[in-house]
């Protein structure tokens, strides 16, 4: 089993404030009950970026910082736009590229996927590449077809060299914030498609996360069962307690090798 990966995705949530606090929080706990197979990584708005990531070092919290999002220009007339570089002097480690947020309310198309892919891991910072079906797609029988096509217009032709630094999650936009978690078999079943699709793209065993509706209760079995390589969590990440308490059932599901 590999290294479990476990992406706190704040959304458009805590302002700089808050964002410190909660980032005290995680810290404290993992001081008291450290995670030791796990890596941890939060992924504040933007704007909380730079207290976040100070936070992080001035306290020694063994966690990474991600952004939500990158332009996938690298400077320029782009208003309201933020470049991987920025995002890097920022000491930003991961990029969250393609979320289904960004898909679907900010019609960020399968080239602007894939050309957002490139620009983040040109730089050397780790992309997390996000899929998965919409419901009608799942009911009509075509969530492989949907994935299958995603991967590909993302990751088709990626240089050898920067395909490590790509990480997988599929996220089901039907479990997303719904409370309706895909089933275990759901989820074993579509890693090995993924995996299996990864590799016929050239992708050497990448991490393959599941996202939607992740809590301290559901996560190891879907870890264990679902035989994924770690979550990305939106709304349980919130709470210092929840995120850190899947960060434990992560470490207890790699001690007892799933
Ligand atoms: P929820 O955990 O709130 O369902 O969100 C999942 C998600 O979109 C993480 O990126």
């Not at 990305?232 to 990440?237: I, K, P, R, T």
């Amino acid at each position: 089993m590999k290294k479990p990966l476990v992406i706190g995705n704040w959304k458009m949530n805590l302002d700089y404030v808050e964002a410190i606090h909660l980032m005290q929080q995680i810290g404290v706990l993992l001081r008291n009950k450290p995670v030791e197979h796990t890596d941890l990584v939060v992924t504040p708005p933007f704007v909380d970026l730079r207290s976040v990531t100070s936070v992080v070092e001035s306290d020694r919290i063994p966690v990474s910082v991600a952004a939500q999002h990158a332009s996938q220009h690298e400077s320029g007339a782009y208003t309201g736009e933020t470049s991987v570089a920025m995002l890097q002097r920022l000491n930003v480690r991961w990029v969250l590229v393609g979320h289904s947020e960004r898909r679907s309310y900010f019609q960020m198309t399968d080239d602007v996927v894939a050309s957002t892919l490139r620009a983040v891991v040109r730089s050397g910072v780790q992309a997390v590449l996000c899929f998965g079906e919409e419901l009608a797609s799942r009911e009509a029988g075509e969530h492989f077809d949907v994935v299958a096509s995603q991967l590909q217009a993302a990751l088709a032709g990626l240089d050898e060299q920067v395909r490590p630094l790509v990480t997988l999650a599929y996220e089901p936009v039907w479990a997303i914030g719904t409370g309706r978690t895909a089933s275990v078999e759901q989820v074993a079943e579509m890693m090995d498609f993924i995996r299996a699709t990864a590799a016929s793209l050239s992708l050497d065993e990448p991490h393959v996360l599941y996202g939607g509706s992740v809590n301290a209760d559901n996560a190891g079995a879907i870890m264990s069962e679902g035989r994924v390589d770690g979550f990305l969590v939106g709304g349980a990440s919130l709470k210092a307690e929840s995120f850190v308490a899947i960060a434990h059932a992560s470490d207890d599901c790699y001690d007892g090798k799933r």
